[in-house]
């Protein structure tokens, strides 16, 4: 699994084409390769990012964190 903190940006992750994400009781399975989530905090659709960070001057670096699959 990759994440990506974009800079400027949000934070995007490849799910590996299905996630299920899950808040208080609600539970929604997601079937798509990649999900952008929310770093400027401004997001009217949170956790997920709406675009808002270009909006409100979010700054912030780029960085890339690799999981690996355990051997």
Known sequence: MKIEFRENG???IETGGRYVFRQGDQEVVIEKPRVSLCRC???SNKPFCDGTHKSVGFVAPAAVIELE???
């Open 10 to 12: 949000s934070i995007g």
């Open 69 to 71: 699959e355990p051997k």
């Open 41 to 43: 905090g401004h997001s």
